[in-house]
């Protein structure tokens, strides 16, 4: 069982979902500090669109606080590597004059993984690294985006 709750201008509804994610019930609720601003709904979308493969970059206003001015250098920077293609920690270090461990710390910092590709960051020898989500899925997210990227060259 799933559930969901939309701001609508008829108020806050929860939405239930079986299994197989069927609708089963919609109602009207007061949980308003639960419930997700119908627009917001438009980053899952974005994030189910991901995915499976439709979306190679992320068009969604995100808002990161609480990282130093070395923390936010690195994940802009991250941000500019492209859909399918890694780099290595040494190379952001070098680009920001600093060492391969301190790129990996503030990776391990970002807030927004996925969002914010570090799982496009890898290790001067070509294994993965360490990711906050897990390094099972780092591979996993690392082959998707190239088979995606494999597809559509075709």
């Given amino acids: 069982?799933?559930?969901?709750?939309?701001?609508?201008?008829?108020?806050?509804?929860?939405i239930l979902f079986d299994n197989s994610l069927a609708v089963t019930k919609i109602s009207l609720t007061n949980l308003e500090k639960t419930c997700i601003p119908g627009i917001?709904?438009?980053f899952v979308e974005q994030l189910n669109a991901y995915f499976v493969g439709k979306l190679s970059e992320f068009n969604?206003?995100?808002?990161?606080?609480?990282v130093s001015e070395f923390d936010?250098?690195?994940?802009?920077?991250?941000?500019?590597?492209?859909y399918a293609h890694t780099v290595t920690y040494n190379w952001i270090a070098n680009k920001l004059n600093t060492s391969p461990r301190a790129v990996g710390q503030a990776l391990k910092r970002n807030p927004l993984p996925i969002v914010i590709p570090c799982h496009r960051v890898i290790k001067s020898d070509g294994t993965t690294g360490g990711y906050s989500l897990g390094i099972e899925a780092k591979q996993w997210l690392?082959?998707?985006?190239?088979?995606?990227?494999?597809i559509k060259s075709y």
Avoid: W
Avoid at 1 to 14: I, N, R, S, W
Avoid at 60 to 66: A, E, G, L, R, S
Avoid at 72 to 82: C, E, F, N, W, Y
């Fill in 142 to 150: 690392i082959k998707h985006e190239k088979s995606v990227l494999l």
């Fill in 1 to 14: 069982m799933y559930f969901a709750c939309v701001k609508t201008p008829v108020g806050f509804l929860e």
């Fill in 60 to 66: 969604y206003p995100v808002n990161i606080q609480n």
């Fill in 40 to 42: 917001a709904l438009n």
């Fill in 72 to 82: 936010r250098a690195v994940l802009d920077l991250t941000l500019k590597i492209p």
